[in-house]
């Protein structure tokens, strides 16, 4: 194909891969612009395709189109960095619903000509990827199914996760990638399953666990076709996966790299990630890409000063208010009093006294009144803060919210009008209001899992319920693992030490576990898994007094409620006992049974905390649908131990008060109707 | 009590022996205590246990009544490989563990063979359940200092010197030996075509230090693997082989056995105690442990099975490791503070390494053992008998044993022929095995077959892919193709072409 003329190095970068993760500011403008250290992120991605020597970029959006044309636009104009030997096109359009149908669209253009940097809109990098896209050129040589080059980025492992961490092995002969899986964010997995076929078809495999993904990739033409083949690849991760489940059917196959150990790489999907990589940026680790380089516009617009204090000149403030790790854009003043740390703040704030700031992120014109303290959060351009509030733990404002004087928040997303919510199809839904221009975002009812798929958001089908937000991170990653793994060693131990017990107890139990396990999986008659309970019950001889403890046991032992999606765990519980509540109530039926029930509860409050910190509405709930009678609990409650189960009986009171006060309107209603 | 003392004195003594392998640092730092005890030092550093007490169950074709580890491997039995082996790393005595039954006809077998090392035979009962844990207790009192653990059937050449360094130089609990497998992969398994699954050992190990994370047979797990998280979690990186082929040759701490002994329902070292004792790398030494005992029910035996107990691991040494400027990682304490440690040394990728534990890998051995007997044993021991008598012409990478008769105009390529076997004129062998005291008469074509002990091939059969078993008589003029003939299974007689 460089018959004609030399071949141009292409780039592809695709917007909107994480909108719903940046609510609400998503709903105001182009992720893609969102300042990142007051540059956009759009930008970083750009200058990192400049310095890789990327001649043609094509920005794929979805959203906001033309507020990145004219963002380019600009750029162009005011000679930034990346505008010096590189053409930027902006395509795309509202047709385009997921990463999928940008590479598709892309194929119909047929705009790409050779092999290209895949990269997304919201990464940032330093990296020089023209030695990676050069092997992959000479791994396309030798592999003509050669689909893509993933990059990837050594990690701590013991870090926080983001929802970019990887877990995948690797032929470690030709770097060829035999498996792949994303590990879920807030959520550590006990151990790992693996495919024993991706051990036994390769000689040596090996497995890499603490990546992460920065979204970079070198693409082969035959990628996009790929998708094209496949309409229901939807992420890169489709694409990675079915390549990997059909490869031979599709003979292709993709091969993985690493990031040397000096070059950072890091994607920003969340405002958990937006944090670190602020913190990385400002402490430097992305060096040249950091603030005092004049990343944008070729113009220093801060002095350096140490403790990583970035301060423009024309920014009115003490130098005392900084403590450290601070970036203040020109124009902003803060007032006497104020203390400032690991924070950055856009252009024209106005901070006043006695504030406290800390991991705060400030768009441009923010208004912050006396006495506020804030933490961990971040405040949309042109809002206004009043005094005495106090926002922490992952707050986000919207831009052009007003938060009334001694307003507190904390883990919420607020909005400066109700109707700016993208709902489309679904129904208006209402929201709370907390000022006249401010109004919660519900983030769990925005985005209903089941609907996720059918939604058109562009979200992966990685997130959870939850937006991940800003939190304190461990400081030390060291300190973190080590504790960390030193208490998990004893777990394991401890559970070493059960496991070479299997008495005929424990057995029982664990087939227990796998009969309902199954009987809940495939929904099967209740009849027949009492039958085989019954069996097991025969073949261990337990007495009735320990099937009854076991069963309940085992219930709660299933995975689902060990692992319940979201740590939900009573919706878990319900689902559970909605299935298998004839079961249990054919053994727990006499007073007896029932103690055998809670006493099971009591066992398993020691295992499973998410199910401790229920309790009292798990017994609640086994009251309500009468698996439990009233003077079960009142009995079970009285024989708990005073100051062994301080804690459980603590919980339980409320519930035992309550039970106390129905019963004696219920007698009351009783001698009324004498 | 005397025992007792004696013990305790060779302990300390193979331990300073060890120490004055270990890197600089450390041995300044010991100094001192090599002085105190240097007067009691023993010459051993390593004690060696060959295991040759095995069945041989996956060898049933072959085995007849002798023992497993009388097999002949060319010119000798297959223990004769691991002791040559032993004896050219200067051992020069070896604790042979055999059954009782067999003790006698080994004994007699090793006396024709030209062997440097003294054998000092140990007896375990004829019992089918015995494992080879099982073994390794039954000698527990002989095993004075750290130890190496052979199996019998190893034939290798490949130097135990990178192994028994990196197991001295990491202070390891355990070291063992890795081989790349495929040996026999060219083979065709003579007889009935069945489908022949190689048993794979999933193999764990941490990139940068060797460190094994676990070993455990493929046929273990069933369609996935679970890996704890906490195997990789501080490391990061670990190569997970399918391919390799576990020599069974270990190195062992002298604590290993002693704790080996606690644990009796242990029975097989591979199956069981191997990754028993990796998986126990991760043990750590609890600070609660101790009031917790008091108030469990049981306390008594908890703390005796805790392996920590057992390791020699004093606060010296953990001083030691603390100071010293050896450390695999930057960001850590030295291996994590793991006191048990395991590690997994791959011989070289030239090095020969195979294990004659079944049918094909004893046809492959023996018929390949010709073109590497150069490099396996070097020149010392000539491939042809002098007592054989040998008068074919035709011939080609053939090992003859003694007393064997290789008539003229044969052509006999790629084979063995063991001690008392008879090959009449007009016969044509390769890529086989003639057994001792087999007979083939005149006009036979032998490819690919094992022809057993004392079997008899009249003339003018032709066979390919054949077993013959032990005693069997191939009558006048069959033609054989992929079939197993013997006494012991009479049903499969009927089945001539």
Redesign the interface.
Known sequence: MSQFQKEIVQAVLIADNNVWNFKPLSDEGSTALLPLVNVSMLDYALIALNRSGVEEVFVYASLYLQDIRDHIKRGIAAYASWSFKMTVHVIGGEGCRCFGDAMRDLDAKALIRGNFILLGADTVTNADLRPVLEQHKRTAKFDKGTAATLVFK?CA??AERTGNEL?I?VD?QNTRLVYHQRLRANH???????????????????????LLDPQIAIGSPSMLSLFSDNFDFQTRDDFVRGLLINEELLDSRIYVTLLPPAQYAHKVNNWLSYQLVSRDIISRWAHPLVPDMGVYNLQQQYVFYKDNIYKSHEANVSKVALQENVVIQAGSHVDVGTTISCSVIGANCRIGKNCQLNNVFLMANVIIHDNCQLRHCVIGSTSVVHENCNISAGCVLGAKCVLPANTKLANTLVTSSPSTQRTEEQEQVELEAIGPSAYIVNDLTTGDPDDSDAEDTLLPQTTTLCIPKMCELQQLA?VD??CS??S???D??ES?AATPLPDDTNIFLSEVIDSLSRGFREKSNPDFLILEINSSRYAYNMSLKEVNFNVVKAVFGMESIIEPPNNNVLAAINAAFKQLGPVVSNYIKSEDAMLDCLKALEDICEENELVREKISQVVHYLYDKDFVSEDAIHKWYSQLDVQEHATLRQSLAKLVDWLNQSSEDDDDGDDDDE | MALGRQCWLTSIAARTAVLRFRCCSRVLAYLNYIIIFSIKMSSCEFQAVVLAAGRGTRLPEVLGDSPKCLLPVGPYPLIWYPLNMLSRHNFTEVIVVVQEQDKLEIQLSLEHTPLKVKIDYATVPNDSDFGTADSLRYIYDRIKSDFLVVSCDIVSNVSLYPLINKFRADDASLALLLFKSGFESDVVMPGPKTKYKPERDMIGIHTATQRLAFIFAASDCEDTLNIKRHLLKNKGQLDVYGRLLDAHIYVLKKWVINYLHRKEQISTFKGEFLPHLIRKQHARRSTKIAPDTTSELGVGTKHEDNILHYVTHTALDQKLTQTSLFNQSLSHIPYHGDVVRCFAVQAPKDAIGVRVNNTLSFLAINRKLAGIWQELCGDAHPLISPGAVVKSTQTKDIIVADNAKLSEKTSLNFSVFGPNCIVHPKNIVTNSIIMANAIVEEGCNINNCIIGYRAQIKSGSVLNNCLIGPNYVVEEGTKSQALQLSNADQYMEIDIQ
């Open positions: 050594e492992s013991g877990l092995a470690k550590k997995e006990s151990r790992y399953h693996i495919p024993l076929d991706v051990f036994l078809s390769n000689s040596c495999v090996t497995l890499h666990h603490n060291n693992s080590d793994s030193s998990e060693d004893e394991e131990d070493r």
